[in-house]
Structure formats: structure tokens, C-alpha cells
């Protein structure tokens, strides 16, 4: 792979892999920061081995690599890319300012981005709808997402399911086809009204 300057896309993925500070699937990346990592930019990424990437189940997940932490270290101090627009010019002379404020306390990145702490059940079960689905907006059953969700029970995990669907990128659903429910799916159901729902969907940011 050529030594080549990155581009505003992969910038940007590298960005956001630091300030996540920890593996990430493509569909939370989308639904967190607007965008995901596949094609080109992934290629590009993974062999420069700025970023490892892995199937988990079916959507990528992505880390930054050793290679792509000192990256984004240097990148701190670096020159602003050219042709950038102002939000990008900005960007970079807060980039400056971080990077001048760790120089100064003798600090690295580890010591300023943690991975987030998910501190509600909305927050685990968005975590596992991530997991399960490939793209944002995929239907994930409720079968799954149940049985990934350790130590919480079913009333609690109706009640956070109920608060989700407030969002409106977010559908639960009922499976069409009806014939193809199991016991457990339909055990998994969420009722809505005089509905069972089988399939939850959370779409992007």
C-alpha cells in the first residue's frame, strides 16, 4: 500500500476510534458518529495497520492498532491537512490545543479518552442491537437481544424497550411472517397495545 495522506473519511474514522477509545461495530459507529468503515477506506486502513478489523458475527468491528494510537498522537501536532474547510481547519487547532495541554502535563491519550460507560439498560440493549445487526436499521429479534441481555428481566427489558420506541429511529415490530415464529420468539414478543412485536430496529444518527 502506498505511502499516501489519509482522507477525510478515514481521518475521521480514526478520530472517532480514539475518542470511542475501544472496539466498535459498524452499526454503532454509524448510529454514534453518522458513518461506517467498509470498502476502500477499510482496505486502506487495515493495511496501513492503523486499524484491525474483525467479524463479529456479521458487522465489522474495529480497533485501533498500537500503529494507529501513535497516528492520532501525531496527528495532534501535525500541520492541518490540505484543502481543508473551515470545520476541518478548526478542528485541527483544537486538535493543537490537546495536543499542546498533553505535552505540557506529560500526559497521552490513554489518559484522556475512556471507553464510555453504559450506564442504562437503553444503553446495553442499543449495545447489543450493534452486535446482532449487520447494517443500522436491520430487524434483530427479539429472541436474540433477550438472550444477550445477562441479568436483566423480562419486565425490565419491556420497560426499556417501551422508552427506545419513543425514538423515532428506532421500530419494534411484528414478524409477517407468522408461520415462521418459534415458541421462544413468540415467548419473546413484546406486546404494544393489542400487538406482539417480534423485531426491533435502530436506525442511524
Known sequence: MPDRKLGVKERAVM???????RKISNPELSRLHGFVLDGEERRVLND?????????????????TDKGWRWCADELLADRPAGADSLGKGFYAVLAGLGRYLDR???????????????????????????????PGDYVSLTDLRRDLNGA?????????????????VDIAPNEDQESLTRQDRNAALRIGRQDNHLLSIGSA
Not at 428481566?153 to 429511529?169: C, F, G, M, Q, S
Open 48 to 64: 496501513k495497520g492503523l486499524v484491525d478489523s474483525k467479524r463479529v458475527g456479521r458487522p465489522y468491528v474495529h480497533d485501533l
Open 105 to 135: 502535563a506529560e500526559l497521552g491519550l490513554a489518559d484522556l479518552f475512556h471507553p464510555r460507560e453504559l450506564d442504562t439498560l437503553e444503553d446495553r440493549i442499543r449495545a447489543t442491537y450493534d452486535k446482532l445487526a449487520t447494517d
Open 15 to 21: 478520530f472517532a476510534l480514539m475518542a470511542e477509545a
Open 153 to 169: 428481566t423480562r419486565v425490565e427489558v419491556d420497560e426499556a424497550l417501551l422508552a427506545l420506541n419513543r425514538d423515532p429511529r
